[in-house]
């Protein structure tokens, strides 16, 4: 059984900072690889980092950080701006870990968690 479970996130202003925490299980944090996703209302569910990936729009403002010894993998986002604005997921899937999968649907996830609220007031 393959269960994450996320926290951190919170209301902020423009310029402002977060960190996101998703922690798995130990069979699901040594067996797939964990990266994060978001969704802005009526927009599509989007990678955003995992492993070495970063989505170009947060290349120099969000950083990835896995805990071994917690089975964590944090989202440190950073110079947050109002387009950020969206419910963030950690999700667990197999493949090649810095290529996460773009649709939702694809048969590589394993699991999500059950989102976090990030809003960036400007």
């Known amino acids: 059984v393959y269960e994450l479970v996320e926290s951190g996130g919170d209301s902020v202003q423009a310029g402002g900072s977060l960190k996101l925490s998703c922690e798995a299980s130990k069979f699901t944090y040594d067996t797939l690889c964990i990266g994060w996703f978001r969704q802005a209302p009526g927009k599509e569910r989007e990678p955003v980092a995992a492993?070495?990936y970063y989505a170009d729009f947060v290349k120099g403002r969000f950083t990835i950080v896995q805990d071994n010894a917690k089975n964590t993998v944090y989202l440190q986002m950073n110079s947050l701006k109002p387009e950020d604005t969206a419910m963030y997921y950690c999700?667990?899937?197999?493949?090649?870990?810095?290529?996460?999968?773009?649709?939702?649907?694809?048969?590589?996830?394993?699991?999500w968690g059950q989102g976090t609220q990030v809003t960036v007031s400007s």
């Open positions: 999700a667990a899937y197999s493949g090649v870990c810095n290529q996460p999968p773009r649709r939702k649907d694809n048969s590589q996830f394993r699991a």
């Open positions: 492993s070495t």
